[in-house]
């Protein structure tokens, strides 16, 4: 690039989100990094960021807090406004339906859906004024097909893809380019606890995912490449859904 462009990266302290702020960075991006838990994580991102002669601010912030998300954006986004924003915070709490607590329900659409919102609205104003940016929200492919045990967190997914098809249309005039990257089985956190064997055995690739094959798909939509698309959701599943 040109000039120095600033991504922000939400949830961005480990796994997908710590991959994709690097490849970022290595794009020739600046990060603001979010994260809510794992501060530790969060400065060895950093770190490695700045090694490459980028610059890495660190967030501290509940995206689902609104106050916390308006604190923290508000006094940057007057001075200036990124030109990535890269939703991907987020977090599981499986349990089968009949089972689920309320709190089940409501504290995963509060991360995805209420983030979503709160991060991305304040950014968006400044976007438009400038006639220009990327959003890429990262979905799942729980929200493309049924996953027993995740209609909550299925639930939140199908709500990113929604809200990412209808706001592309939106601000697709302005040259804000919106889509989705559908990530399936990665080698994260997230499958701490699941029957590992058994899942290897639906992925028609054979093997897990790494976050690093997620962050090149953002990468790409955050490109020059990538001008020309918008309202798309990108799966990254090795043939689970297609």
């Known amino acids: 690039m040109a000039d120095t462009e600033i991504a922000l990266v939400t ?3 480990k796994g997908i989100g710590a991959a994709t702020a690097r ?12 994260y809510r838990s794992g501060a530790d994580q969060a400065e060895k991102v950093a770190a490695d960021i700045r090694n490459m002669g980028r610059s890495c601010e660190l967030l501290p912030f509940d995206v689902a807090d609104r106050e916390e998300t308006e604190e923290a954006l508000s006094p940057r986004l007057k001075e200036t406004v ?15 339906m009949v089972w689920m607590k309320e709190n089940d329900w409501g504290d995963v659409l509060r991360v995805h859906l209420d983030g979503f919102y709160n991060v991305t609205k304040p950014v968006l104003e400044k976007m438009l004024r400038k006639k220009r940016g990327r959003i890429v929200n990262i979905a799942s492919t729980s929200g ?7 209609v909550n967190y299925s639930a939140a997914k199908s709500g990113i893809i929604g809200a990412t098809r209808s706001l592309a249309v939106e601000v697709a005039k302005r040259n804000i380019l919106v889509n989705a990257v559908a990530p399936g089985f990665i080698d994260t956190g997230m499958l701490e606890g699941l029957p590992r064997e058994e899942i290897l055995k639906q992925i028609p690739i054979g093997r897990f995912g790494d976050p690093e094959e997620v962050a090149g798909v953002v990468s790409f939509l955050c490109s020059r490449r990538a001008g020309y698309i918008t309202g798309e959701v990108i799966s990254v599943n090795g043939g689970v859904h297609t």
């Not at 493309?144 to 995740?150: H, M, R």
């Open 11 to 13: 949830g961005g302290s």
């Open 23 to 34: 490849m970022l960075a290595e794009d020739g991006f600046d990060i603001w990094l979010n």
């Open 82 to 96: 990124p030109y990535a924003v890269i939703n991907n915070a987020g977090f599981n709490r499986d349990t089968l």
């Open 144 to 150: 493309q097909t049924g996953v027993p045990g995740q």
